[in-house]
């Protein structure tokens, strides 16, 4: 489990009157092919629903993926386009765009287009109306009806039973993109590598609560999977090994009051 150090990012910042509401954090790597139908789904989703930001954080790809952040960026005034200096991964990529969101609460998505901006408005209604806002809640997508290949709906059916009964998380799908929390929340979590999918745990492990929320699910647009099977399985495990190390570490005080 490699832990996760600060990584610089580059970008336009975006003005805007006032501040937004929700932010929608994006990774992405190489997905020229999906990016800019995207953002447009998300403009179309959320525009007169609330005040949003659209956060991009670009893990150095080498295909048109940055030409086409700075042409959409012209005609979208909620683009907030960010560039890693180094290449550093999805967890890195999304713990930046949290970092640098302006809003209250945070939405994560995929950048290959598989995950549908259309669900963002139903999660928002959930989680404001939640006890406290939802203030210690994380929403977390299921894919129900997932439009992958047999192996990698097989492969994630089976990390996800293991993971889950090892972590105890009840979450049945932690590797859907979509994730809805308060910032605030995001940020006091653990940093790590591939901390994206452990999510559930990490938010329960501080006292936290974790709701699956039924999600679309799509059949990417165009370009390749960044993860195989072999390699997100070898990964997986050495994390999950971590992850249960942090569990064990942690000690709830039960919160503060005041000394009388």
């Given at each position: 489990?490699?832990?996760?150090?600060?990584?610089?990012?580059?970008?336009?910042?975006?003005?805007?009157?006032?501040?937004?509401?929700?932010?929608?954090?994006?990774?992405?790597?190489?997905?020229?092919?999906?990016?800019?139908?995207?953002?447009?789904?998300?403009?179309?989703?959320?525009?007169?629903?609330?005040?949003?930001?659209?956060?991009?954080?670009?893990?150095?790809?080498?295909?048109?993926?940055?030409?086409?952040?700075?042409?959409?960026?012209?005609?979208?005034?909620?683009?907030?386009?960010?560039?890693?200096?180094?290449?550093a991964?999805?967890?890195?990529?999304?713990?930046?765009?949290?970092?640098?969101?302006?809003a209250?609460?945070?939405?994560?998505?995929?950048?290959?287009?598989?995950?549908d901006?259309?669900?963002?408005?139903?999660?928002?209604?959930?989680?404001?109306?939640?006890?406290d806002?939802?203030?210690?809640?994380?929403?977390?997508?299921h894919?129900?009806?997932?439009?992958?290949?047999?192996?990698?709906?097989?492969?994630?059916?089976?990390?996800?039973?293991?993971r889950?009964?090892?972590?105890?998380?009840?979450?049945?799908?932690?590797?859907?993109?979509?994730?809805?929390?308060?910032?605030?929340?995001?940020?006091?979590?653990?940093?790590?590598d591939?901390?994206?999918?452990?999510?559930?745990?990490?938010?329960?492990?501080?006292?936290?609560?974790?709701?699956?929320?039924?999600?679309?699910?799509?059949?990417?647009?165009?370009?390749?999977?960044?993860?195989?099977?072999?390699?997100?399985l070898k990964?997986?495990?050495?994390?999950?090994?971590?992850?249960?190390?942090?569990?064990?570490?942690?000690?709830?005080?039960?919160?503060?009051?005041?000394?009388?």
């Amino acid at each position: 489990m490699t832990v996760l150090s600060s990584q610089p990012v580059t970008g336009i910042e975006a003005g805007a009157d006032e501040a937004p509401e929700l932010s929608v954090v994006i990774p992405v790597h190489n997905e020229a092919a999906n990016i800019r139908n995207l953002l447009d789904e998300v403009c179309a989703a959320l525009r007169g629903r609330m005040r949003f930001e659209i956060v991009v954080v670009d893990d150095v790809s080498t295909d048109e993926t940055p030409a086409i952040l700075k042409n959409a960026r012209r005609d979208m005034r909620e683009l907030r386009p960010l560039r890693h200096r180094q290449n550093a991964g999805q967890s890195m990529s999304v713990l930046s765009g949290v970092r640098a969101a302006r809003a209250p609460v945070i939405v994560t998505l995929d950048g290959d287009g598989q995950n549908d901006p259309a669900d963002i408005p139903a999660l928002w209604q959930t989680l404001k109306s939640a006890p406290d806002g939802g203030r210690g809640l994380l929403l977390a997508g299921h894919r129900v009806h997932r439009r992958d290949s047999i192996i990698k709906r097989l492969s994630s059916k089976i990390a996800n039973a293991v993971r889950s009964g090892l972590l105890g998380d009840a979450t049945p799908d932690t590797g859907c993109g979509v994730k809805m929390m308060h910032r605030d929340l995001f940020l006091r979590l653990p940093a790590f590598d591939h901390m994206h999918r452990f999510l559930p745990a990490l938010v329960l492990r501080m006292g936290g609560q974790v709701r699956s929320v039924p999600v679309n699910h799509r059949p990417r647009g165009g370009g390749a999977s960044h993860y195989g099977t072999w390699g997100r399985l070898k990964a997986g495990i050495v994390d999950m090994i971590g992850v249960i190390w942090l569990k064990r570490r942690w000690r709830d005080c039960g919160g503060v009051e005041p000394l009388s």
